[in-house]
């Protein structure tokens, strides 16, 4: 059973910097998408950033010129750096294995998560 295990978390000031990352057990790395989504408290789980299997990336308005997403498929990792982090960064941070579509008409992808494959968590919290 594929296990991805999420690292990296922390309490940080504002505007303060994080590396996460998430390992997997196997390598399940070569036909899957990888995306980073976080869930605050009371809060849904939203979608922060994916990397295509092919390495192109796609952020959230969120994230978009703070977060960097990376991934190293000889080592079965994917990176999460965050920097110029907000209070509303709080949340837990989880990894998930999926599966990206490009959209010829919106000509942009779109990101499905695997139902399976999702991490633990590590918590990210980012004080004023």
């Known amino acids: 059973q594929v296990q991805l295990v999420e690292s990296g978390g922390g309490l940080v000031q504002a505007g303060g910097s994080l590396r996460l990352s998430c390992a997997a057990s196997r390598g399940i790395f070569s036909g899957y998408a990888m995306g980073w989504y976080r869930q605050a408290p009371g809060k849904q789980r939203e979608l922060v950033a994916f990397?295509?299997?092919?390495?192109?990336?796609i952020y959230a308005d969120s994230a978009k010129g703070r977060f960097t997403i990376s991934r190293d498929n000889a080592m079965n990792t994917v990176y999460l750096q965050m920097n110029s982090l907000k209070p509303e960064d709080t949340a837990v941070y989880y990894c998930?294995?999926?599966?990206?579509?490009?959209?010829?008409?919106?000509?942009?992808?779109?990101?499905?998560?695997?139902?399976?494959?999702w991490g633990q968590g590590t918590q990210v919290s980012v004080s004023s």
């Open positions: 998930n294995a999926g599966l990206a579509r490009f959209n010829s008409n919106s000509r942009s992808y779109l990101y499905t998560p695997g139902s399976t494959y």
């Open positions: 990397i295509t299997s092919g390495g192109t990336t």
